[in-house]
């Protein structure tokens, strides 16, 4: 019953890939992040919280074993051919994750963190048992194939059941709203190298699960799997990236763009399993080549912008970014590279994200043109609110860019930064050139995609066409569509050139460098920038519907006539975790306080319960 | 080898008509207002007098700051040149679709928020915001618009757009999206207004102040450009025409009327500006949502075929 068969079919090797190629920079990143002596601008009066990761070399082996274990782990969970292989890794995974959000125990709230973090991804965990269970009653195996043959006779109302505890359950995992609850807090709790791992692939395995799972192994038949998979990508989209915006810690700002980039990404999954049960082969590959797409992109630039905000917080000691400002000076290429990443998940031209966000337009779009009915306004408007989150990633992106590094220092921290060293600078140079080299070759990367697409759909690939070359995507369906993003950005530089060099033609002399205008006001500070909650104030207006914030203000008196200082706070209410998890917790406690009648700490009573216990059994056996 | 001369041609003339476009527009609202107004030509006057003057740059400004002028113009002639105008194949073509368009503007638009942030001003943090806030929500409107287009060629290629095809009420209501989009995209009355420096109101004009001289004409250029793109894309919707044949005689009257419709929807844009007030910016959430909903119904009609 228990084999220990691994599988290495295109899908499996292709989330191999996207483990092995982030757990390298993030490796070498770490070098550098632990290393004693690689900040030296942090020494004496200044060291801040910085100077707390400093870890015993004990530790630091504790660290590296947990890594091991937990790139090993994930490369298990995609590849393990049998359920309960599959669960154990699975198991591993969380709870090494779970130490290493816990990891630095001085911390207050990388306690509470990871006890939000245990207990969501083990309520994702009892889900996924009881889905294996119910495909082992059917099937009598765990082996993964002999499931997938099994599953073709499965009845629908069971498929049905075991989609949705396998949803409940991968997306726990994959932080699908509203169970994303557990995402923003664990992620920038643990340390850098291991939040570009989680966020950049841990969540990966979830969006595997259900590719794996449902997709792969019990075969869509209902189109509305793939509806409700749309519905609750679009909310995830919108909401994580709204929570982002408000945010101001850039760990947790870039926790919450997960939430919003697996929604993108299961808007490909979601397309991919819609067309599956509409039978409609081309864009059934299509889509979820757009999804996986995402996927590695995701990865990608996610890791390198966590590795950009660990260098950042062991530069300055802090994650918030209203204490951040000027580091572009300070750290270049720090910098550079948070640019990088920036513009690939704001879906710039021609980096990694904008072909993937393409890919998954036109998928929308090819799917509107070729359903009937209802469903091409469904993915219309899917469609329009991509776009609304592609506008809102960039304005995030702006804020978080344009705050962290531009302008001038806002507190003493950012001043005496200095840019990070060689082996971290590595990793994130490594990670930069991918997310460049994955924008440029998309016709090659699509190429390979297909391959992963058609093994785990099942579909042949034959003679469809989706690049013209390995340069251009061309879907087959829609004539004289092109995407060449070479070209592309082999045009918008030459024509940038040429814009320098009319600049040049019209006289060479130097700028004046003065300061900025200042209305006449006789000294402009950092305290006169713009700071990231008054960037995201008309989208917090905007969005006041769902966001439901409230300020609180306080002036301190010197005397009634002179108002000596002004607090002003806002905030935003949590809906998520005031509307639904506090009332659940609430509940939990209740029933565990009327469970607690039954131990009222008397001996007498406990031996009744174990003679009552001992007779039940009596008779349970006499009877069966 | 003339199909490129024709692409480079193409891109020159985007540059050379676009601030035109914008005169017509200033003039049109000075002659509504019965005041005599600037004249027509200048837009080239401002573009000629910027490029020869120094230029100042403020101490706190990174490279950011400078390169954003000519990547934001890259993006909008990368744009032009994939709008076709004299030519139905330009080997620039393969660089994208209507989609893609959507795209190579963020680019300029991402690097023009970040300078605008780059030198401290705070004025150049409420523009960049506020840019940022308008735009995305411009964004599902022009998507909306540019799929219920699409939708009656069956794909989103630039060429099936350019060629000549029916008016339905579905590319009339996307029309109108899109209408309502470029007010937006332009930084037009009622959503922003060109002609103020006032702190509270500006938007698109807050984020450049702190640009001059060189600098600041290759960003009213790009500007231009964008407009005339903008614009370009409503009229094909409304007034479609196909692409002219190899004579020349047919190329010019071709030309003529492709120029003529563009100036059309800049008539219509004069005379809405003169016509409306600017809006409170919470207000244009209400005013984008407007066109996508519009978008909506456009594809709705697609849907049903009318």
Known sequence: MLNFNLLFDPLSLFFLFVIFIISLPSAIYSLGYFSPKANPCLSGRQAPAAEKDKYSRGKLTLLWFLFVAFVASMALVVTAANLLIFLAAWEIMSLISYFLVVFETGQEKSIQAGLIYIVMTHIGTAFLIAAFLLMYQHCHSFDILVIKNACQAMPAQLKNIIFILLLVGFGTKAGIVPLHIWLPYAHPQAPSHISSLMSGVMIKTAIYGLIRFVIFTLGVNSSWWGMLILVLAVISCLVGVIYALMEHDIKRLLAYHSVENIGIILLGVGLSMFFIARNMPYLAIFSLIAGLYHLVNHAIFKGLLFLCAGSVYKATGTRDMEKLGGLIKKMPQTAFYFLIGSMGISALPPLNGFVSEWLTLQAFFLGASSVIGGAKLFLGICAGMLALTGGLAAACFVKAFGITFLAEPRSRRAEEAREVSFSMKAGMLFLSFLTVIFGLAAGWIVALLAKVASASTGIEIGSMIFSLNIFTLSPQTAKGVYLSTPLLALVLIVLGMAGFGVYMLFGRRKPVIYKTWDCGYYKLSSRNEYTATAFSKPFRIAFSFFLMPYRKTEKIRGSFYHVKSFVYETHTTPVFKKYIYAPLVALVFKSARFMRRIQPGSIHLYLAYIFAALLLLIIFMQKF | ?306
């Not at chain 2, 002639?77 to 194949?89: D, E, H, T, Y």
């Not at chain 2, 922003?192 to 290759?218: I, K």
């Not at chain 2, 004069?270 to 407007?290: P, T």
Request: charged letters at 10%; hydrophobic letters at 60%.
């Open chain 2, 1 to 306: 080898m003339t199909k490129t001369a024709l692409t480079f041609l193409q891109i020159i003339l985007f540059i050379a008509v676009s601030p035109f476009l914008s005169g017509l527009i200033t003039k049109i609202k000075n002659n509504v207002r019965m005041r005599k107004g600037q004249s027509i030509w200048q837009p080239y006057f401002n573009l000629l007098k910027l490029f020869s003057k120094q230029e100042v740059v403020s101490g706190t400004a990174s490279w950011i700051f400078r390169a954003a002028p000519f990547i934001a113009l890259a993006s909008c002639l990368a744009a032009s040149a994939l709008i076709p105008v004299f030519i139905f194949v330009s080997p620039l073509q393969r660089m994208g679709d209507l989609l893609a368009l959507i795209f190579i503007f963020a680019l300029g638009r991402f690097f023009m928020a970040l300078a605008a942030l780059d030198t401290g001003s705070s004025f150049g943090g409420m523009g960049a915001s506020r840019e940022m806030f308008i735009s995305s929500l411009a964004e599902p409107g022009l998507c909306l618009a540019i799929f219920a287009i699409s939708l009656q060629f069956g794909s989103t290629s630039i060429l099936a757009f350019s060629a000549s095809h029916a008016v339905s009420i579905s590319s009339v209501l996307a029309a109108a999206a899109l209408f309502l989009v470029t007010l937006a995209e332009t930084s037009r009355i009622p959503v922003d207004n060109q002609e103020t420096h006032l702190e509270l109101t500006m938007v698109h004009e807050a984020m450049l102040l702190e640009y001059s001289g060189r600098s600041l004409a290759l960003i009213e250029l790009s500007s231009y450009i964008k407009q005339m793109i903008l614009f370009f894309l409503i009229a094909q919707v409304v007034f479609p025409i196909g692409m002219p044949g190899a004579a020349l005689a047919p190329i010019s009257l071709w030309f003529l009327w492709y120029l003529a419709r563009i100036l059309i929807i800049a008539v219509v844009v004069a005379l809405v500006e003169v016509s409306l007030a600017k809006m409170r910016l919470f207000r244009v959430a209400d005013f984008l949502g407007f066109a996508f909903v519009l978008g909506i119904i456009a594809v709705v009609c697609a849907m049903l075929g009318v």
